[in-house]
């Protein structure tokens, strides 16, 4: 508007001076009115945001399906995003001497107020055993290690074997030979009272039926790098990389960490988007290009940090986001090159009385429709 409306009214004034014709300086006015030109975004942005909205995606704004249509990497968390974030305890052990019941009790007087699968997982076995969860004091979270509280004034950890070390706290020989053994499988914890681990947990997870379809319909839909991300150990990582068909798997990494590989990224020319659902995956969310939340059970977190929140946990909806930001760049292009051309040739036409006035305001309108049913087009679009 600061460059376009004094351009035109200094072209009508030259018209008019050259002509004398007022007619011919009212056709110019009307015909380069720029509704067609200022509709040709905000009604392809709409009705992408409808169509969207009827696939179970909400996107919360225009710049995160402008910004998603140049999107070349794809970053994915592994735990609630990749698999289903339904962590089942698989094992319970106790070392030296200690029983499975304790070893649940202490954990899940620990985890009873995280919000983590795991804790979930572990509250949930042990509710099934029968067993009373005691309230706690001093209640931390390690964000990608494990939880820490306080109960009957002994301190309580469960963790990872980074927690551990975090805390300077060594694996025994029962706990490094279950680590060893349990490595492949899944996520293992361990149960440490004061300064000694007395038990483990050993939880497994399963993989979303359609990951591996949705990273290969991304890849067909622009995106030339599949990531995933994970805090989980280099076995078990690759080995779910290697069922989904990743092309580059990250594992060991705290959140801080997430947020580093999305800058380098970031840093190396890639735009890049992230998909996430827990605590830990905000930070890299909102580093990211475009942050992408699996909101059925993400964390509010998650969902409040991402631009865009899939209300469904079927991966295969972000090749469908993938289309739609595409074909959303391409009409909106589209509308502005009619818009722009209708408004030069209408200009020349006016200029030289071909185009009156009354002709040159059906036209100005027909424009602006053109590049509304243009628009429309993009609510067919699957």
């Known amino acids: 508007a600061k460059y376009f409306t004094p351009t035109i009214l200094a072209l009508g004034i030259m018209v008019y001076a050259l002509t004398g014709d007022p007619l011919r300086l009212a056709s110019v006015f009307v015909i380069a009115c720029p509704c067609a030109l200022v509709l040709a975004t905000p009604t392809a942005i709409a009705a992408s945001i409808g169509n969207s909205a009827r696939k179970g995606i909400l996107i919360r704004n225009g710049e995160s399906l402008e910004k998603l249509s140049n999107v070349d990497s794809l970053v994915l968390d592994k735990t609630g995003t990749i698999t289903r974030g339904r962590l089942q305890v698989v094992d319970v052990v106790g070392f030296g001497g200690h029983s499975e019941s304790e070893i649940m009790k202490f954990a899940a007087t620990a985890e009873k107020l995280s919000e983590h699968p795991v804790a979930q997982a572990i509250i949930s076995k042990a509710k099934e055993?029968?067993?009373?969860?005691?309230?706690?004091?001093?209640?931390?979270?390690?964000?990608?290690?494990?939880?820490?509280?306080?109960?009957?004034?002994?301190?309580?950890?469960?963790g990872n074997d980074r927690m551990l070390k975090n805390h300077s706290i060594s694996l025994n020989r029962e706990g490094e030979s279950y680590l060893e053994r349990r490595a492949r499988i899944g996520t293992t914890v361990f149960v440490v009272q004061g300064n000694s681990v007395i038990g483990a947990i050993a939880l497994s997870d399963t993989l979303r039926e359609n990951a591996k379809d949705a990273l290969r319909k991304s890849k067909s839909n622009g995106v030339t790098k599949t990531v995933m991300l994970t805090g989980d150990n280099e076995l078990v990582a690759k080995s779910i990389g290697e069922q989904i068909g990743v092309d580059e798997v990250q594992f060991d990494l705290m959140p801080s960490d997430k947020v580093d590989y999305v800058t380098e990224l970031q840093a190396q020319g890639h735009h890049v988007a992230m998909v996430g659902d827990g605590i830990n995956d905000a930070p890299a969310l909102a580093s990211s290009d475009v942050g992408i939340a699996m909101g059925l059970k993400g964390t509010d977190v998650a969902i409040e940090t991402a631009g865009i929140v899939l209300a469904t946990d079927d991966l295969c909806r972000i090749p469908k986001l993938f289309r739609i930001s595409r074909a959303t760049m391409r009409i909106i292009k589209t509308n502005i090159a009619i818009a722009m051309t209708v408004n030069v040739l209408g200009i020349a036409f006016s200029t030289y009385g071909i185009l009156p006035p009354l002709l040159a305001s059906v036209v100005h309108e027909s424009n602006a429709l053109v590049g509304l049913l243009n628009s429309l087009r993009l609510l067919r679009v699957d």
């Open 129 to 158: 055993m029968g067993i009373e969860i005691e309230d706690a004091k001093c209640f931390k979270v390690n964000p990608g290690l494990g939880v820490q509280v306080e109960c009957e004034g002994v301190n309580i950890i469960v």
